[in-house]
């Protein structure tokens, strides 16, 4: 079913009695050409972007959840492409273009709303590395600008700028980034491609791979053992343990992120805004409610809830940044597993098992990375040939000694 202002229109002066379902509840087949495991943004990405641009036709996409109950309805929803390495500043870029044509593509409102996103500085050598990262995403076409304490001002007089300890100097600000509702992606990927003929198969986890002669030829399923051309895993958080059972180890860890949510408030915060003396990043959502979030918590763990001393954490950054917000009251907070690889940086990648494909590791960078990772997946799936954006993606950069590690913490997936 497609949407549109005339379909609104219409089921309006009917009493909506021609609504159907977004997607449909398919049983599984004994054979599919391509499985996608995983029904989270990526994995509906993957498969949307493999039916539409390149014309594959036998697809299933297997959740062992509902759609959209893991991280991509557990993030803050924030949408960006500020980053200073050439080879994750022309992927997140390719994924911001694709957030911009995304609602028309998939016939689905997901309210993207590019509102801008700040990232503050607040010493002379925190400039100059806003500097050099905003002279690097300029030469690969994003936008950026550097704004001074008035520049700042302007748009968020309310800030803590004379009182605080880690006094704001400016900021650096792409007015492309912005926000969308993390929920309505999924659904609006599901939509997409249910409309192209790919099953989506929901409460259907998979319990292990079927690999013959060195090649996987299918997978176990709580809903039975279903055969296949090729398989490939986007499962977040999960990533570790779903590809142990193909007797892979992964170079990377899960750790949960936690975000929160507070009570309803008029409009005051116009952007997203990241704190730059301290992890704390917050914008505001269409309901009225602030989002924010800051550090992952420090041990593993694949529990979808965090700990008190991140809460603090968090709302203390929170506070030094704005002390208004102290009056607010907090409404909801959740955790989400993220896969924490070793240098910070994602991996799509063929295994060396023929038929099984990785895409994993996305750390903190999952939810905005969401179109492409899906078409540069497909791209692989559909080609055997990395997408030009993300060949450094590969799983083998750690033994070749070409880790992309934006921060320079070293092989710590903690401090990613």
């Known amino acids: 079913m497609s949407y549109s202002a005339l379909r609104i229109f219409k089921e309006a002066i009917t009493g909506h009695k021609g ?22 943004g990526h994995g509906l990405a993957t498969a949307h972007y493999l039916a539409s641009q390149f014309e594959q036709k036998s697809i299933a996409v297997l959740e062992k959840g509902w759609v959209g109950g893991g991280n991509v309805g557990r993030n803050t929803t924030i949408i960006r492409s500020n980053y200073g390495l050439h080879e994750n ?29 700040m990232n503050l500085y607040h010493s002379d050598a925190q400039r100059d590395a806003y500097v050099r990262r905003g002279n690097a995403m300029i030469m690969h076409g994003a936008d950026a600008v550097l704004l001074d304490q008035d520049g700042v001002r302007k748009t968020y007089p309310f800030l803590n700028y ?6 704001i100097q400016g900021a650096l600000w792409q007015p492309r980034g912005g926000t969308v509702r993390h929920d309505a992606v999924a659904w609006g990927y ?4 249910d409309k192209r003929g790919v099953d989506v198969i929901e409460n259907c986890e998979v319990t292990g791979f079927d690999i013959v002669d060195g090649r996987c030829v299918g997978v176990q399923t709580t809903r039975g053992k279903i055969g296949a051309g090729k398989v490939g895993v986007a499962v977040a958080g999960n990533s570790s343990r779903v590809m142990a ?15 929160f949510v507070s009570e309803g408030l008029k ?33 593993n763990s694949y529990a979808q809830r965090g700990n008190l001393p991140v809460v603090e954490d968090v709302c203390e950054g929170g506070m030094s940044l704005m002390p208004m917000i102290g009056k607010a009251r907090m409404l909801r907070m959740w955790g989400g597993i993220m896969d924490m690889s070793m240098d910070g940086s994602p991996i799509i990648d063929r ?9 994993g590791g996305w750390c903190y960078g999952g939810f905005k990375a969401t179109p492409a990772s899906g078409y540069c997946f497909a791209h692989l799936l559909a080609t055997d040939t990395p997408h030009d954006t993300a060949k450094h993606y590969r799983l083998d950069r750690f033994a070749r000694g070409l880790m992309i590690d934006e921060k320079g913490q070293g092989a710590q997936p903690n401090l990613h």
Do not use: C
């Not at 609504?19 to 989270?40: F, L, M, N, T």
């Not at 599901?190 to 491609?193: C, L, S, V």
């Not at 295994?351 to 895409?359: C, E, P, Q, V, W």
């Open 19 to 40: 609504w159907k379902p977004v997607w449909r509840k398919p049983e599984p087949k004994p054979h599919y050409d391509i499985i996608i495991i995983g029904g989270g």
């Open 89 to 117: 500043e022309a992927f997140y870029e390719f994924s911001l273009k694709l957030w911009e044509g995304l609602e028309q593509d998939v016939n689905y409102n997901a309210m993207v709303s590019q509102r801008g996103v």
């Open 162 to 167: 004379d009182n605080a300890r880690f006094p």
């Open 190 to 193: 599901a939509h997409a491609a």
């Open 245 to 259: 059972m193909a007797n892979m180890r992964l170079p990377m860890e899960s750790h949960v992120l936690q975000a």
């Open 267 to 299: 409009p005051i915060i116009p952007g997203v805004l990241t704190y730059g003396a301290g992890h704390f990043y917050v914008s505001q959502s269409d309901k009225g409610g602030l989002v924010f979030g800051g550090d992952i918590d420090g041990y």
């Open 351 to 359: 295994t060396h098992i023929d038929g099984l494909y990785f895409n």
